[in-house]
């Protein structure tokens, strides 16, 4: 039997993503950035579903060219239900469920958050994947949370942010250094160029496992403007170093939860997930874990950490084999639990 072809699409927020998975290998994995956000220094709903209109047609079509495969070749289309906003996903819900109906092929229904978790399934994402159970950093602008994976559709979300996640706490600490948007891949980059341990930031005291960045944001808020009333050159003085020291804050306030899980539930498989999985000091921080803690350590390739299509289209593939169908009146919602 031959393996199965299936289209994933993915809609959440301001990436337009498709790809096309044939077993659990990716043949493309296309996606079209909004750069319009960036003036705005955040994502602007309604601009983003604009653009999804715009790009989803081109970005579906170099998906099949990029696979060298026709449209009845594929057996499904999965696509992101949730969570995310709402009219990006409206953009590619409708979609999906259009070229389903003209192609007479199954629709699945795809949870974003389950997704970046399960990208690591796909084949070219690890030399082996991981083990049940495991733990996974799942980490991102929207999201900061550690789930315990039990099995692929058997999750349970152990501790969480009370209220920024840690995504969001990179991009409003990089506004306060008149950083652009997205301000994490920038703060890592100055990083490498300054010391980690020259300013200390608050960390928050959270019980179990649960995490809060509020306050950090609100510490460097008020360092910052005690010491620019001093000096008005002080952030552009010391940028390398604030991104740094902020940076190390973070990962720290990441880790510390995630080895307190470890311990506690005794288990050494363990993941990282998300946008933010991207961060070089946070991978580092894994690769310190896995000589210290005896971890064995998952950590996606650099395409499958940002919102993309070809984590959709594993889950899909994993659902086509259970036969988890969706009803073509299906909707999209904005809230969809793990």
């Given at each position: 039997?031959?393996?199965?072809?299936?289209?994933?699409?993915?809609?959440s927020?301001d990436?337009?993503?498709a790809a096309?998975?044939s077993?659990?290998?990716?043949?493309?994995?296309?996606?079209?950035?909004?750069a319009?956000?960036?003036?705005?220094g955040?994502?602007?709903p309604?601009l983003?579903?604009?653009?999804?209109?715009?790009n989803i047609?081109p970005?579906?079509?170099?998906?099949?060219s990029?696979?060298?495969?026709q449209?009845n070749?594929?057996?499904?289309i999965?696509f992101?239900?949730?969570?995310g906003?709402?009219?990006s996903?409206?953009v590619g819900?409708?979609f999906a469920k259009?070229l389903?109906m003209s192609l007479?092929v199954?629709l699945i229904e795809?949870?974003h958050?389950?997704?970046h978790i399960l990208?690591?399934?796909?084949?070219?994402?690890n030399?082996?994947p991981?083990t049940?159970?495991?733990?996974?950093?799942t980490v991102s602008g929207?999201?900061?949370?550690i789930?315990?994976v039990?099995?692929?559709f058997?999750?349970?979300?152990?501790?969480?942010?009370?209220?920024?996640?840690?995504g969001?706490a990179?991009?409003?600490?990089?506004k306060?250094?008149?950083l652009?948007?997205?301000?994490g891949?920038?703060?890592?980059?100055l990083a490498?160029e300054?010391?980690p341990d020259?300013?200390?930031?608050?960390k928050?005291?959270?019980e179990n496992?649960d995490y809060s960045f509020?306050g950090i944001k609100?510490?460097?808020?008020?360092?910052i403007q005690k010491?620019v009333?001093?000096n008005?050159d002080f952030?552009?003085?010391?940028?390398?170093?604030?991104?740094?020291?902020?940076?190390?804050?973070?990962i720290e306030i990441?880790m510390?939860k995630l080895?307190?899980?470890s311990?506690?539930l005794?288990i050494?498989?363990v993941?990282?997930?998300?946008?933010?999985?991207?961060?070089?000091?946070?991978?580092k921080a894994?690769?310190?874990?896995?000589?210290?803690l005896?971890?064995?350590i998952?950590?996606?390739?650099?395409?499958?950490t940002?919102?993309?299509?070809a984590?959709?289209a594993?889950?899909?593939?994993?659902?086509y084999e259970?036969?988890e169908?969706?009803?073509?009146?299906t909707?999209?919602?904005?809230?969809y639990d793990l």
């Amino acid at each position: 039997m031959s393996a199965s072809i299936i289209l994933g699409i993915e809609s959440s927020c301001d990436d337009t993503s498709a790809a096309i998975i044939s077993g659990s290998k990716i043949l493309s994995n296309i996606a079209a950035n909004q750069a319009i956000h960036n003036e705005y220094g955040g994502v602007v709903p309604e601009l983003a579903s604009r653009a999804h209109q715009q790009n989803i047609i081109p970005v579906v079509e170099k998906a099949f060219s990029k696979a060298n495969i026709q449209q009845n070749d594929i057996c499904a289309i999965g696509f992101t239900r949730g969570p995310g906003l709402l009219g990006s996903l409206l953009v590619g819900t409708s979609f999906a469920k259009s070229l389903a109906m003209s192609l007479d092929v199954p629709l699945i229904e795809v949870n974003h958050l389950q997704a970046h978790i399960l990208a690591h399934f796909i084949d070219d994402a690890n030399p082996t994947p991981p083990t049940f159970p495991f733990l996974c950093l799942t980490v991102s602008g929207g999201h900061t949370m550690i789930v315990l994976v039990k099995d692929y559709f058997d999750m349970e979300i152990i501790g969480k942010t009370i209220d920024d996640a840690a995504g969001e706490a990179f991009d409003k600490i990089g506004k306060i250094f008149d950083l652009d948007y997205p301000a994490g891949p920038i703060i890592d980059k100055l990083a490498k160029e300054g010391n980690p341990d020259a300013f200390q930031f608050n960390k928050p005291r959270m019980e179990n496992y649960d995490y809060s960045f509020s306050g950090i944001k609100t510490s460097v808020l008020y360092f910052i403007q005690k010491e620019v009333r001093k000096n008005p050159d002080f952030i552009k003085e010391n940028l390398n170093n604030l991104c740094a020291s902020v940076q190390r804050s973070i990962i720290e306030i990441l880790m510390n939860k995630l080895e307190k899980a470890s311990v506690d539930l005794n288990i050494k498989e363990v993941a990282i997930a998300g946008g933010v999985s991207a961060n070089s000091v946070l991978r580092k921080a894994m690769e310190i874990n896995q000589e210290k803690l005896g971890w064995n350590i998952f950590i996606p390739k650099f395409e499958y950490t940002t919102d993309n299509a070809a984590m959709i289209a594993i889950v899909a593939k994993l659902k086509y084999e259970r036969g988890e169908f969706t009803d073509i009146r299906t909707t999209a919602t904005a809230k969809y639990d793990l």
